[in-house]
């Protein structure tokens, strides 16, 4: 099922009611979507890598 190739899923943000990494539903796209990132490994792994492709873009600008 999932391409062993592809160690991280790409996020395909199909709408605030799925996870973009497994394409889930989910009961609400706020902390639904937050809980799902904590109770998935690879769906973490790809946020956390996601977010730092994003931040990585914008350094030096959000500092925490
Ligand atoms: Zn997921």
């Known amino acids: 099922m999932v391409r062993s ?10 709408g605030p ?3 973009p990494f497994c394409q889930q539903q989910l009961d609400n796209g ?3 979507f937050m809980r799902h990132i904590d109770a998935n ?3 973490h ?3 956390e890598r996601w977010r730092g492709n994003v931040s990585g873009d914008m350094k030096g ?3 925490e």
């Open 5 to 14: 190739s592809q160690p991280y899923p790409s996020p395909l943000w199909s």
């Open 17 to 19: 009611e799925s996870c």
């Open 30 to 32: 706020g902390a639904a």
């Open 41 to 43: 490994e690879r769906c």
């Open 45 to 47: 792994d790809g946020f």
């Open 61 to 63: 600008e959000w500092s």
